[in-house]
Every structure is written in structure tokens, then in C-alpha cells.
Nanobody
Framework: QVQLVESGGGLVQAGGSLRLSCAAS????????MGWFRQAPGKEREFVAA????????YYADSVKGRFAISRDNAKNTIYLQMNSLVPEDTAGYYC??????????????????WGKGTLVTVSP
């Protein structure tokens, strides 16, 4: 069993930055990838970014490339999402996810094994 706990959400003005964290505990291994999904009110959940515990390779949604950066701290079993140049369209609940797969597969997986409870990001105009 793996537990994921997100933190770092909040209210920010357009153009600002936020850093989200997701701490993992339990039976994670180097074969896992972890990532971020988001869900805005009235919309479906969408993939944001993912990273491999094995080699640190990353994968991003086109909508966040160049603005968001995902990273990991193996010693702390924690991943981060640095979000820059935020726009109101980035407003959503952000959810951490983990699955025994690659970042690219995690991005399109329908039955992700582990989810966090989410953290809310609100970007004001």
C-alpha cells in the first residue's frame, strides 16, 4: 500500500508561481512513476506531468511545457511540481498519482493505482 499526501496549493495571481509537493509513504519502488493530474470545476481530470523513480525521466502535458517542472527527492520520497507563469486556466484541484509504470503510460492510464486527496490551486486574473 502507498499513501500520497499533497501540499503547497493556494491562491496566486496570474503570472505568479507555486510549488506543490507530494510525499509518498509505504511500498514504493524504483519501478514506480509518480505524477500530477488536475481537475477543474465541471471538467474531466487531465494529466499534467510525471516522473520516473527509476531514472528521473519526465513527461509533460503540452499545456504546461515550459511553465511547469516536475522533480523528485529520492531521500524524502517526495516529488515536486514547480508551477511558473500561472494563468487562470491552471485553476484546479491538483492530485498526486503513483503507478508501477513509465511516465508516458501513467499519463494515459485509466486505472491509476494510488491517488492523493488533492490540493487546490486558484489563479486569480
Amino acid at each position: 500500500q502507498v499513501q500520497l499526501v499533497e501540499s503547497g496549493g493556494g491562491l496566486v495571481q496570474a503570472g505568479g508561481s507555486l510549488r506543490l509537493s507530494c510525499a509518498a509513504s509505504g511500498r514504493t519502488t524504483t519501478h514506480y512513476s509518480m505524477g500530477w493530474f488536475r481537475q477543474a470545476p465541471g471538467k474531466e481530470r487531465e494529466f499534467v506531468a510525471a516522473i520516473s523513480w527509476y531514472d528521473g525521466s519526465t513527461y509533460y502535458a503540452d499545456s504546461v511545457k515550459g511553465r511547469f517542472a516536475i522533480s523528485r527527492d529520492n531521500a524524502k520520497n517526495t516529488i515536486y511540481l514547480q508551477m511558473n507563469s500561472l494563468v487562470p486556466e491552471d485553476t484546479a484541484g491538483y492530485y498526486c498519482a503513483a503507478h508501477r509504470t513509465t511516465p508516458q503510460v501513467l499519463a494515459v492510464l485509466l486505472d491509476v493505482e494510488y491517488w492523493g486527496k488533492g490540493t487546490l490551486v486558484t489563479v486569480s486574473p
